[in-house]
């Protein structure tokens, strides 16, 4: 029997928030925040109607948990992001405290793994869940876009 919440659950949600991002003209990475099975906080990559380089999802997401939890930790929490998060993000989820990162596809360029950027000593992270979907909608974004220009 699968669990009803399990990381795939949740990463299928933040599929759905990369997809809004998508649909936005955005590149495709979303991302939402669980506490004891329960999504706090939703995110998706939203620079360019921003108009702000730090408007990544898991900031977007970073910041709505902490208003939710009302402080800035979040322990006992856990980031589900469709993209290995970049070094920026790294830095600010190692400033938050959070308990557990999991990713979707690798970002063998600019991701924190790569970039050897430290994660608070208590955060766990694991990656490739949905790796394969969440890949696809960035490929697909990338396509479209270079067909457009």
């Not at 649909?23 to 109607?49: F, M, Q, S, Y």
């Not at 998060?85 to 990162?101: E, F, K, N, T, V």
Request: glycine share 8%.
């Amino acid at each position: 029997m699968i669990e009803p919440f399990d990381d795939t659950y949740f990463m299928k949600k933040a599929v759905q928030e990369a997809e809004y991002a998508f649909e936005k003209g955005e590149i495709p990475v979303g991302a939402v925040i669980v506490v004891d099975n329960r999504i706090i906080a939703r995110g998706h990559n939203l620079t360019e109607t921003l108009t702000d380089v730090t408007a990544h999802a898991e900031m977007q997401a970073i910041t709505a948990a902490a208003n939710f939890l009302g402080g800035k930790y979040l322990k006992d929490c856990t980031l589900y992001v469709t993209l290995e998060p970049c070094q920026m993000c790294a830095g600010a989820l190692y400033w938050s405290q959070i308990s557990r990162i999991v990713y979707g596809a690798r970002d063998i360029e600019r991701g924190c793994i790569h970039l050897k950027t430290k994660l608070h000593p208590k955060t766990k992270i694991e990656g490739g869940v949905m790796a394969e979907e969440a890949g696809d909608l960035l490929k697909r974004f990338f396509i479209l876009r270079r067909n457009l220009n």
